[in-house]
């Protein structure tokens, strides 16, 4: 049986967004806490969609990827995801390896969609932080106690989208940012070869 604590993270990354994450700053402008509410209520509706589909997991891993490009900011979270190496990233190669880190995350996280079969997320309630807005949901996986996700959302992008999960209080920027920043290392700081990397994972 998976560790579940392990099982929590890896679902709080499923529903997405898995993700390596950052602060976006900037005034929210005409976002408000109900636009906020709602996409989240989009975004977890379509989650929850795919999570009990049926589908064959390669159809999931698309799905997943799609919801990923639909509601969050994908060029914040990759060049969060990157680090200081997005700094020394060429125009080509941030398109390149946010293409690339799309895809990543959509299989990598696809992969562990039949362990939370039967689950389910409900948003239950939302608040302002700072220049942005956090929406809090629940999220209920057979045979585990309810647990806490909330979502960040921001237009800093010119559209509403979420670019940040946090799951029991763990920023899910951390293991995410570090795993790429790992498989960096080991390439020796080449980014095209981190971007070959991600395409075969």
Do not use: C
């Amino acid at each position: 049986m998976a560790h579940p604590v392990l099982n929590r993270r890896a679902f709080a990354a499923t529903a997405l967004a898995g993700a390596a994450l950052v602060t976006v700053p900037g005034a929210a402008l005409a976002l408000d806490l109900n636009s906020a509410r709602a996409l989240i209520d989009r975004a977890i509706a379509d989650v929850n969609k795919v999570i009990n589909s049926g589908k064959p997991e390669a159809a999931m891993f698309k799905d997943f990827e799609a919801i990923f490009a639909r509601y969050a900011d994908v060029n914040a979270i990759a060049r969060s995801a990157l680090g200081p190496a997005a700094r020394s990233a060429s125009p080509a190669q941030m398109k390149a390896f946010t293409r690339a880190y799309q895809g990543y995350i959509g299989r990598k996280y696809g992969r562990r969609f039949r362990e939370f079969i039967g689950g389910t997320i409900e948003v239950v309630d939302a608040k302002p932080l700072k220049s942005y807005f956090e929406v809090i949901s629940v999220a209920r996986l057979r045979g585990e106690a309810p647990f806490d996700l909330r979502w960040h959302v921001s237009n800093k992008s010119g559209k509403d989208l979420f670019f940040n999960i946090i799951i029991e209080g763990v920023n899910m920027l951390a293991s995410e940012r570090e795993e790429i920043g790992a498989m960096l290392k080991k390439r020796k700081g080449d980014i095209d070869g981190l971007i070959g990397d991600l395409q075969a994972a």
